[in-house]
Structure formats: structure tokens, C-alpha cells
């Protein structure tokens, strides 16, 4: 079996056995088995929502730190539009910028003008395509990891276009040594993250081979460490300092905004997962006939929702809506650079979406079905009534996990006391 990389991990000494984030999962990923819970490798698709929910804070998250990689000639930060939202709207963004070299970055570079970019070839593809609909947006890793364990079916429908932090960092990666005289490797590109699932997507893209960046760090650890110094430079800041050609843009992070940047018609914009998998049942099911493309983002109200943050996502959506107000700046583009690129493919992604293969039907037909007709077999023995005691979120995992060998039949409590009285 592929080993898959998770940007969380379950601390066992923490760990006491709640069932919360078993019964939060949405692909039943987690297992409690002994006072303890497990994380499936390959059903889990970092959502990040069980790092939330675990009232003892046993499932924490992974990150890399900005010391471990001193060893770049130059360094370069890609915030993620969100970063901004976690700060008061009375922060300039470029106060953020400037804390970032005082911790010895060399240049901050925004993802506004990829996120512009990409919604013109958007805007190009959608007209060009004569596929099934509706066709559903790429740029939130959670959600294609969702539909390649979860739908299958619908990969198919995932546009093809590259995230606008990995369009970012791959200007970045083949401009900048050029123009620094400096060679690719000795460039560190740094991302801040929102959620595992970016995360993820950076160490172990889906659809490429590898990222275009080096180092991703949660914006929950990059925070604090800004915090001091945005503080200090606020209080000497002179708005005259911010330089003419400075831009700023909130990007894609807000539920709507690339439909919007887009300029779309039949579009439909989702976020939380329990709402996403309504949709995508939609979809399979044919009953969004109406609708040409999809909007779908994991975290509610979108990236502002991530578990990586620090702020409360209604007083980050309120910051990011003053910020704009404020501060936000018309993002120039190259239509006819935009054309030649679409042209050469330049934003599409490197390889296609797959269904991500299980245990449970990775195997050959007839064992398949074998094993489907034991599931339900064990299935009919059971309550059905998702009590979740025998450490599966609901009775027909636990069948899952009975044919895989996994538990026992006297696992589940109701069984248990039928097998012995019958003994």
C-alpha cells in the first residue's frame, strides 16, 4: 500500500479515548480501540476538523519551522491571503510584509495577481469545455482528497488548473534565480498554511510530482512569532512609507470570491464538509443539472475556517471585508501573456486526479465481492444504530473493519451479550 503523508498526529500520552473525533470525521478515517485512537492513512483526507474537535488536544498538527531552514542564500514567504485576516484591519498589510524580513526573509510575495490570473484561464477553460457538468474547482486540496476517497466517480469533474500559491512559487522558482545569480536550490520558498491539507499538498501533491515550495508553516505557528514584531513596527509606522507599486489582495481565501473573479453564471459556491458531501452526493446523483461549476472549499466561510488559524473565522471574515475596504488594490494582468500561457498549458496541472485506492477494494474482483457479501452479512447482525461503543463510527464500519480482520463480533457491546447467552 502507498504510504501517504499526514500533516497530524495523534499524541498517545494525551489521548483518552474520547469518541469525538471518530464521530467527527467524514470519511470514518479514525478508529478508538483500546482507550486509544488510530488515524487510517489512507482514508484520512486532512480536513483538520478532528484537531478541533479532540477536547483533550491529543491530534496535533505537523508543520516544518522557519529555523530548520537557515540554510538558503535567499528566502522567499508566500502568505496565504488569510494570514492578513488574523491581524485587526488597523495592521496595514504591508506592517505584515515588513515583520516578515525582520525575521530574516529577503521578499514577500503576493499571490493576487496568480489568483487573477488563473480566473482569466478559468474563464477560458469553461468556455472551451464540453464535458459532463458541473465542473468543480480545484484550489482547496481537502475537497479533491474527499472525492478521490470518497467519490471516485466525479475526479473526472475536477478542473484541471493549478492552485494560485503553486502558480506563485513556480514564477518565483524560475524567475528569481536569473535575477538574483543565484541557482534554483539555494531559493527557499516558504508557504503559511491554513489547514493540514495544504499542508499536504505541498509535501505530497496529488496531482504532480512535487511543489513548487520547500517549506510550509502553519499560520498557528508563524503567528506568534510575527506577532512581536508587527506590534513594534505599528507604532512607528507612516502610511508615506508604503511604496507605490505595493499591492494587496484578500485572493481567493473567502467563500465566492473566485465565481466572482470569474464573472460566472450558474455557479454554485459550498463550504464545511458536511455541506461539501451534500453537493457531491448531488452531483453523483445527477440532481445539479443547472449548474456549471462548483465552488467547494472544506472549512466553513472557506480558508478563513482553517484549523491552522488562530482567529475566530466571523471576526476574520469582518477583518478580511475592512482590509479590503481599506487597503485592497486593482491587480493588473497580461491578457495577451494569460493567452500564451493557456495556450502552452502553463496553468494546468502536471498529471491528472486519481481515485485514491483502499484496502478494503484494492484486491481482485471475486475477493471483492466476497468480501462485500460478508460486510453485509455482519451488517444485519448488527443494532444499526451508530453507538459508536466498539471504537467504529458506525455499525457498517465496523462490518468493514470485522471482514478486514480488524475486530471481533464480541467487540460490538449488543453482540457481545447475544454470542454468550447463546453459549
Known sequence: MERYYHAHMIDADRCRGH??????????????????????????????????????????????????YVHFKYRVVVPSPVLYSQFDPSIHPYIIH???????FDEVVDVSMSSTALARALMKYMEGYKGRLPLIASHCPCVIRLIQVKYPDLVE?????????????????????????????????????TCPAKTVSIKQPAEKTRSWFDVVIAIRDVYPVLLPHIVSLKERFDPQEVPDNFTFNTGWATLGSITQQAGME?????????????????????????????????????????SFNVENPYVARTNTMKQRSRYETPVEVDDADIAEKIKTGYYLLE??????????????LETSIKRMRERERVY???????????GSPT?????????????????????????KEEE
Open 157 to 193: 469533474l475536477i478542473v484541471p488548473l493549478d492552485a494560485p500559491r503553486e502558480v506563485t512559487a513556480r514564477e518565483i522558482r524560475k524567475s528569481f534565480p536569473e535575477k538574483l545569480g543565484l541557482k534554483p536550490e539555494e531559493i527557499g520558498i516558504f508557504y503559511t498554511a
Open 266 to 306: 450558474n455557479w454554485l459556491s459550498v463550504s464545511g464538509l458536511s455541506h461539501v458531501q451534500q453537493i457531491l452526493d448531488d452531483i453523483e446523483n445527477s440532481r445539479l443539472r443547472n449548474i456549471d461549476f462548483v465552488e467547494a472549499m472544506a472549512c466553513m466561510l472557506g480558508c478563513l475556517g482553517g
Open 19 to 68: 469518541m469525538t473525533c471518530m464521530r467527527v470525521c467524514p470519511t470514518q478515517a479514525i478508529r478508538v480501540r483500546h482507550g486509544e485512537a488510530s488515524i487510517s492513512e489512507e482514508l484520512c483526507v486532512d480536513c483538520g476538523v478532528c484537531i478541533s474537535a479532540c477536547p483533550a488536544g491529543a491530534i496535533v498538527p505537523i508543520s516544518d519551522t522557519i529555523g530548520d
Open 380 to 390: 444485519r447482525k448488527l443494532r444499526q444504530i451508530d453507538c459508536g461503543c466498539c
Open 351 to 364: 498529471s491528472p486526479v486519481l481515485p485514491r485506492p483502499t484496502t478494503y477494494f484494492d484486491t481482485d
Open 395 to 419: 455499525c457498517m464500519a465496523f462490518a468493514e473493519d470485522f471482514v478486514r480482520g480488524e475486530v471481533r463480533l464480541t467487540d460490538c457491546i449488543f453482540l457481545s451479550g447475544k454470542i
Open 98 to 104: 515588513q515583520a516578515f524580513k525582520e525575521l530574516g
